[in-house]
């Protein structure tokens, strides 16, 4: 092989190098490649051209000159060379630390790239009528090694373009520019035992409680969520939903405090159950505007980041987080929130139960609605505290259900219907001694108001309740992705109430004793997309009421995410 040959292997690195700078910038710049071909192209054998490329594309960088090169001295016997290329024509690159790292072996797919992107560049120099700076022999010798090297050149080419035609097929078919979809399916195993008679409240003869329902039941949940962005930085959300998973609520077990934390039967009719658009005033304030099934604790901080999921956190649905976010539910309305990032946090949301309902005790501002406000204060990673207040009004339209399902059946229709305003009060907080334990905890006070009069309830009769819950999660717990969780607490309970059971006026709607909450869980995560969680939640004195046995929920969640 001639000597002008040998000289251009001797500068092979740095041809490498430069292809990578031109070619993965150039195929970058044509070719927008979607997430699938992504993955197509990282599914490549490891020895592929395409693959090499890809390894080295993203550890370079453009010089101007080969003093940049902190590992290049003048006596090195490569310098001229090296400075050639950088001087003449432009065609070299190092790594971002500033190295060139000269010694290092490549492989004959390499230099074939190299050898591309310097032959890219000597055309370029042509077409500018710049050939002057191309010599006789250099153009020889380029020829005669893209002529050695024509068939691994030829594998790069047939390899761009198959990527070309994959995208151009992905860019016709593809769903959507703006939107996505993710599903997530539940399948539940579930029964309840402890007890053969229902749960009954306090002041009723437990001999008089209906059997309790005990059977075991296979139930399932799905949820496809589209979500789209016009701008980047908003976030319109369309979600539907199917499930048949009857709830473990007073018509089964005598008790809301059995409920799953997924439950609901629609007897798996499709619905859109919730519409939503997210948006940013500035740079510090943040709106999200719900259409229908707004949530407040979908769109605040609720200090329960490991188990608030319904699909992978908490079974229950007390252990998810403080009932407080649960006065407002299901309607329309809006979430501002100020500086949601920062160390401190500012949010108030408004949501209307009946915000459809054009009738006198309906619509968006004269039917059901929560009004909440919050502060929360995160000094540091570790640390996170919030307090909450939250002013709700219900009616017999949305029907009086303070807590969502939560607590005693005393604590959620304090006036046996008659429409109420209540004053919630909480303080939440999270506490992440290290990366795997997360603490946290919540108590809640309220203090309900009767607007009406019914049996054994006059205008004016007020109710107070509280509540508290401590959480433990323990994450990667006997393999990354695990998840143990520990809950105990106290359902809502009233602890005093103006009004009656009954016209006689004999039996105050109190909670006499009270309950508490055991939820134990343990999270597998198969994979990515699979996850299985077994669990057992234990409700001691059932509706605050010691005369009632102590009920069991045995349950096995699998979530699909897809």
């Known amino acids: ?45 490891k020895d592929s051209s395409l693959s090499q490329i890809q390894q080295y594309s993203g550890e370079i960088g453009q010089v101007t000159s080969v003093s940049q090169f902190s590992d290049v001295q003048p006596t090195d016997w490569a310098f001229q060379a090296l400075q050639s290329l950088v001087e003449r024509y432009g065609c070299i690159a190092g790594y971002p630390n500033a190295t060139y790292r000269g010694n290092r072996a490549l492989t004959r797919y390499e230099f074939a790239a190299g050898l591309n992107a310097c032959l890219d560049r000597v055309n370029e120099l042509i077409a500018t009528a710049t050939a002057d700076l191309v010599t006789k022999e250099d153009l020889a010798t380029l020829q005669r090694l893209q002529e050695e090297f024509s068939a691994e050149l030829a594998t790069l080419r047939g390899r761009v373009d198959a990527l070309e035609v ?55 949940r799905v949820r496809l969520r589209l979500e789209s962005s016009f701008v980047g930085t908003d976030l319109l959300q369309i979600r539907l939903q199917s499930r048949n998973i009857t709830p473990y609520d007073t018509n089964v077990t005598g008790t809301n405090m059995t409920r799953l934390g997924f439950d609901g039967n629609q007897n798996n009719e499709t619905v859109i159950d919730k519409i939503n658009y997210a948006f940013n005033l500035s740079n510090a304030v943040r709106v999200k505007i719900d259409a229908a099934g707004g949530n407040i604790y979908d769109n605040i901080n609720n200090f329960n980041p490991d188990l608030a999921s319904d699909g992978r956190g908490a079974l229950s649905r007390y252990g998810r987080f403080s009932p407080i976010y649960r006065t407002g539910f299901g309607g329309a309305g809006a979430t501002i929130t100020l500086n949601p990032t920062g160390a401190f946090t500012a949010s108030a949301a408004y949501i209307a139960r009946t915000a459809s309902n054009p009738g006198s ?9 929560t009004a909440l406000g919050q502060v929360a204060f995160r000094p540091s990673d570790a640390f996170n505290i919030g307090l909450t207040y939250a002013h709700s009004y219900q009616n017999s339209l949305s029907s009086v259900n303070m807590f969502e399902g939560t607590g005693s059946v005393y604590a959620g229709n304090p006036f046996n219907g008659v429409a109420t305003t209540a004053n919630h009060y909480g303080i939440e907080a999270t506490f992440k001694p290290s990366s795997k334990l997360t603490i946290g905890g919540w108590y809640g006070y309220s203090n309900a108001e009767a607007k009406g009069s019914g049996t054994g309830v006059n205008q004016g009769d007020e109710a107070s309740m509280n509540y508290w819950a401590a959480t433990l ?31 006689a006026r004999t039996t105050r709607r109190e909670d006499n004793d009270t309950s508490y909450h055991l939820e134990a869980l343990y999270r597998l995560q198969i994979n990515d997309n699979i996850s299985v969680t077994p669990g057992l939640l234990v409700i001691f004195n059932p509706e605050h009421n010691n005369n009632n046995d102590t009920i069991y929920v045995g349950t096995l969640r699998t979530t699909f995410a897809f």
Do not use: H
């Open 1 to 45: 092989m001639s000597k002008l040959f040998w000289k251009c292997l001797l500068i092979s690195p740095g041809v490498l190098l430069a292809n990578l700078v031109f070619s993965g910038a150039t195929i970058a710049a044509e070719i927008p490649v979607p997430t699938e071909v992504k993955q197509e192209a990282n599914s490549l054998p």
């Open 166 to 220: 994959r995208t151009a097929e992905l860019e016709a078919n593809q769903f959507s520019t703006t939107t996505k979809l993710i599903g997530e399916a539940i399948f539940n195993v579930s029964n309840v035992f402890g007890s053969d008679q229902r749960a009954v409240p306090s002041g009723v003869d437990p001999s008089t409680a209906p059997d309790l329902d005990s059977n075991t039941i296979l139930t399932d």
């Open 361 to 369: 005790n309906g619509g968006l501002t004269n039917g059901a609605y």
């Open 473 to 503: 999660a323990f994450k990667d717990f006997g393999k990354e992705g695990n998840l143990l969780g520990l809950i105990f607490g106290q359902p809502p309970k009233v602890s005093d109430n103006d009004a009656f059971t009954s016209a």
